[in-house]
């Protein structure tokens, strides 16, 4: 494995590692009555590339799972996600 692969390796488990305490972050802070994670934060975690943590984060802390716009929103993300890699990976 090539050095640049290792790193975007690296980068795909920080930014889903991410994803996932961001969710489970902004579910702890609405029980408690806190500021909240912007829901733009969340989706631009998931667009960078954290898409598999926050959806793991949705269903792990049960966060956001009512909203049509995150139930929809993150697996298209994440499909496009895998669609791109899929692409990339093919071109080489």
Known sequence: MDQEMTWLIG???????????????DKRRARRGLWRIKEKTLFLAALLGGAVGCLAGMYTFRHKTKHWRFVAGIPTILLLE???????????
């Open 82 to 92: 895998i669609l791109l890699v899929w692409f990339l990976m093919n071109e080489r």
């Open 11 to 25: 980068y795909a488990v920080v930014i889903n590692v991410a994803g996932f305490i961001l969710m489970g972050a």
